[in-house]
């Protein structure tokens, strides 16, 4: 199945598109569009998306920052290449040594957030819980969410790119191809809904909750993860360089405050924010650094700093992450933060 996502190899060598098709946009959770101008940034990480730069801007009345203009919808091909990293998370799985200390260490993470999402879905009292994976690529998460307790689940995905769709199909689990605002769904009918990385990537996340929720039994849980621009890192390097800019995919970026307006505004309970580790976003400023700087260091940055290949299972990779992952154990204790926020909503019972 592997060569499912990799049939079109020229796609992944196609040359950046420029002056892409973009909306305009205004700010999501209160309606306004007076702003002020946070920096500008480009794709670093791809060189077969675009050479346009991106303008980031923050709300003057409720503070959310977003991208304005951002990437039109059609143009989800181009910002998001056949190489996208999260289209191939299962084959990387497959591929690495699961006895090595790199997967043995990630995936003890991954499996703790499936155990948790799922006590908060109420797998203890319930016979089977129904779990809906919005931007599920190949499946990956779902297999760890099926592999953990195998008939009580039952595992849906979405996800607009066809090739990682078909991949999860294959893999067993329910899909739906497109994107989660335009799928069909019925309501009332998840027990957990998770959004990894996701609600930033949205042009609507108030519509996208709301749409959520819907979805969602009475009581069910929405538990997703999302960069905080809040974080100091985001600050010392707010000048288009931080990781968690994800240049041009990134769309909206919450912090703890605009976070708990989007919970009221959907009329969810927010119940718990909590911070923690993501080397990634460290991979990703590092890498726009350099890239930033000359792109003769492209090369440099690359093998210093791989955005792509940052989940490999490679001793380097191993000592980038303890790394990273420990000078954002050290922020959080420094500042109760880090730059990347796991967040549970609860849907009302009434």
Same mark, same amino acid.
């Given at each position: 199945?592997?060569?499912?996502?990799?049939?079109?190899?020229?796609?992944?060598?196609?040359?950046?598109?420029?002056?892409?098709?973009?909306?305009?946009?205004?700010?999501?959770?209160?309606?306004?569009?007076?702003?002020?101008?946070?920096?500008?940034?480009?794709?670093?990480?791809?060189?077969?998306?675009?050479?346009?730069?991106?303008?980031?801007?923050?709300?003057?009345?409720?503070?959310?920052?977003?991208?304005?203009?951002?990437?039109?919808?059609?143009?989800?091909?181009?910002?998001?290449?056949?190489?996208?990293?999260?289209?191939?998370?299962?084959?990387?799985?497959?591929?690495?040594?699961?006895? =090595?200390?790199?997967?043995? %260490?990630? +995936? @003890? *993470?991954?499996?703790?957030?499936? #155990?948790?999402?799922?006590?908060?879905?109420? &797998?203890?009292?319930?016979?089977?819980?129904?779990?809906?994976?919005?931007?599920?690529?190949?499946?990956?998460?779902?297999?760890?969410?099926?592999?953990?307790?195998?008939?009580?689940?039952?595992?849906?995905?979405?996800?607009?790119?066809?090739?990682?769709?078909?991949?999860? =199909?294959?893999?067993?689990? %329910?899909? +739906? @191809? *497109?994107?989660?605002?335009?799928? #069909?769904?019925?309501?009332?009918?998840?027990? &957990?809904?998770?959004?990894?990385?996701?609600?930033?990537?949205?042009?609507?996340?108030?519509?996208?909750?709301?749409?959520?929720?819907?979805?969602?039994?009475?009581?069910?849980?929405?538990?997703?993860?999302?960069?905080?621009?809040?974080?100091?890192?985001?600050?010392?390097?707010?000048?288009?360089?931080?990781?968690? +800019?994800?240049?041009?995919?990134?769309?909206?970026?919450?912090?703890?405050?605009?976070?708990? &307006?989007?919970?009221?505004?959907?009329?969810?309970?927010?119940?718990?924010?909590?911070?923690?580790?993501?080397?990634?976003?460290?991979?990703?400023?590092?890498?726009?650094?350099?890239?930033?700087?000359?792109?003769?260091?492209?090369?440099?940055?690359?093998?210093?700093?791989?955005?792509?290949?940052?989940?490999?299972?490679?001793?380097?990779?191993?000592?980038?992450?303890?790394?990273?992952?420990?000078?954002?154990? &050290?922020?959080?204790?420094?500042?109760?933060?880090?730059?990347?926020?796991?967040?549970?909503?609860?849907?009302?019972?009434?």
């Amino acid at each position: 199945m592997e060569t499912v996502v990799r049939k079109d190899k020229d796609a992944a060598k196609r040359p950046p598109k420029q002056k892409i098709a973009t909306v305009d946009s205004g700010c999501n959770l209160c309606g306004s569009f007076r702003r002020a101008l946070v920096t500008k940034g480009k794709e670093h990480e791809y060189t077969n998306t675009t050479d346009d730069v991106f303008t980031i801007v923050s709300c003057t009345g409720c503070q959310l920052v977003y991208m304005d203009p951002r990437p039109d919808f059609r143009e989800l091909g181009t910002i998001y290449p056949p190489n996208y990293y999260s289209y191939n998370q299962d084959i990387l799985r497959r591929k690495a040594n699961p006895k =090595s200390i790199l997967s043995t %260490l990630r +995936y @003890k *993470g991954f499996r703790a957030k499936v #155990e948790k999402s799922l006590k908060l879905a109420g &797998l203890d009292e319930k016979s089977k819980v129904k779990i809906l994976d919005i931007g599920c690529g190949d499946g990956h998460l779902l297999n760890l969410y099926r592999e953990a307790h195998g008939e009580k689940v039952e595992t849906h995905g979405v996800d607009f790119n066809l090739e990682a769709v078909v991949l999860a =199909s294959a893999a067993g689990h %329910l899909t +739906y @191809k *497109g994107r989660f605002e335009d799928a #069909e769904m019925g309501e009332n009918q998840f027990d &957990l809904v998770v959004a990894s990385h996701v609600i930033e990537h949205v042009s609507d996340p108030v519509w996208f909750t709301e749409k959520v929720s819907r979805v969602l039994k009475p009581g069910g849980v929405f538990w997703f993860e999302t960069p905080n621009i809040g974080s100091i890192d985001a600050k010392w390097f707010k000048d288009g360089h931080w990781g968690g +800019y994800h240049f041009p995919r990134h769309w909206f970026f919450f912090t703890p405050d605009t976070i708990k &307006l989007l919970a009221e505004k959907t009329r969810f309970t927010l119940e718990s924010i909590d911070f923690v580790p993501n080397a990634i976003f460290w991979f990703w400023t590092f890498h726009s650094l350099m890239v930033g700087k000359s792109e003769k260091l492209r090369p440099l940055a690359d093998f210093l700093f791989p955005p792509v290949d940052f989940q490999k299972d490679s001793i380097a990779n191993f000592l980038r992450i303890c790394l990273f992952s420990v000078v954002d154990v &050290l922020i959080k204790r420094k500042t109760g933060q880090t730059s990347n926020m796991i967040v549970v909503f609860r849907k009302p019972q009434f």
